[in-house]
């Protein structure tokens, strides 16, 4: 049981609520920025459809002149039924983890019915010199405009909490599977303004043994006195539904502190995608179905397709660049130029992966030697300036480039272009059973995990990145890490 509820310290608990306050004021005010901006553009668009009618005379010839201020009724009607459509839709609620294409279709659904609206008004109230087809251009003109803006708000907001500037401190309760979602989410999402400041869990072993960069910090017991001494705005609950008078605790415990609880049902480990909703006499019911993998079916052929196109395209790019680097390790020292080394694939399925020579030849057998410099946690075996390493080797590892013959690999389907990074034979075998996770897919190039700090991340963190690409796959997905991994592996930050 937790021990009694102690009201947080004066001090402490006005200090978060002086920060609370101040994330309300900032986002109050980018609401009202957005409003204003997002009104300037209405008029924007409705100007840029007139000039296409009557200037530019898309799509068919003027039957009537007419001056842009005769449109004024038009245009005050126009802006007030896209800001109500946009209020009514909730286009300017608050809300998190919005991506860009659903604020697009909000929007595109509100400025649709708003065009609606003013071409009824002018078939009945207005005269045959106002043009339905101008605001037909207007609303396209809007859509577009309003999909900059949105992209630049969006880049604009995830840059600032990545940052950390208007970021909320969340504490997780219960670190199981469920808890590990909720780190993976938050990892992998920075954008999304939350920084987790560690966990709680009974369990003698997870809640002493940290995952990542999630400190572990004592058995739930403990919750009182953390909301007492540290900065906690969220409380997150991953407990089984199983103890659900502790979670009644620990949201009475929360209030009190005046920290707000929230609640993860264990229903959620059925992902929600593979939940069937019926209605039975008017009581909702909720039914688990089976529910192919995001890469299966469909989605696994689109994603061959793209490791086909995309792997052929660029190991044509790469071909240059491969037998310069070949020339030069042969330059340096004796030794094939190609490398190989057997890995895990998909489901732990062996395989020969395939780089580009950057160590003195047969430079495995020295591992064992240099096991007391190993500068990795877990399994992994990393050291940033490894002797192994030929001064080419060096510049490879540096860009990436030893890694270009692997693209052969995907064109065999042994690996991906983006996936989860190929483990060692010898690092599977020391796998807990939720790091075995990443084994469902092959293995790629890149992924989460390359542009989010490569060596530099913990093997824990890379998995939770790993597992979190597997749940949460698309083809855009996919295409947002390819494009972000080519000036990353530039940068060589976080490579060795």
Known sequence: MISPSVEAQPYARCERDARLASHRLARRRLRVFTFISDLLLINLAFVLGYVARYRWQLFRDIAFDASLADYWPIQVLFNVAILGFFTLDGVYAPRR?????????????????????????????GPAVYSRLLIAEAGIFLVVLLGLSRAVKNAYEARQRAQGVGVFNVLIVGAGELGRAVMRTLFARPDLGYRCIG???????????????????????????????????????????????????IVELCRSHGVRARVVPSLLQINLGRLDVDDFGGIPMLSPRDAPSSMGGPNGLIKRAMDLLLGGLFLLICLPIIAVAAIAIRLESPGPVIFSQWRAGRDGKPFKVYKLRSMFQDADRLQDQLKPLNEADGPLFKIRDDPRCTRVGRVLRKLSIDEMPQFWNVLKGEMSIVGPRPAMLSEVAQYADWHRERLRVLPGITGLWQISGRSELSFDEMCLLDVYYIENWSPALDLKIILKTIPYALSGRGAY
């Open 97 to 125: 983890a919005l991506s860009w294409f659903d604020q697009i279709w909000t929007i595109s659904g509100s400025v649709l019915k708003a065009v609606c609206i003013v071409w009824l008004a002018i078939f009945i109230y």
């Open 199 to 249: 966990f709680l869990d009974d369990d003698p072993q997870r809640g002493h043994t940290s995952i990542g960069r999630f400190p572990a910090l004592g058995p739930v017991s403990a919750l009182p006195d953390l909301l007492r001494r540290e900065q906690v705005d969220e409380v997150v609950i991953t407990l089984p539904w199983s103890v659900q008078p502790k979670i009644l605790e």
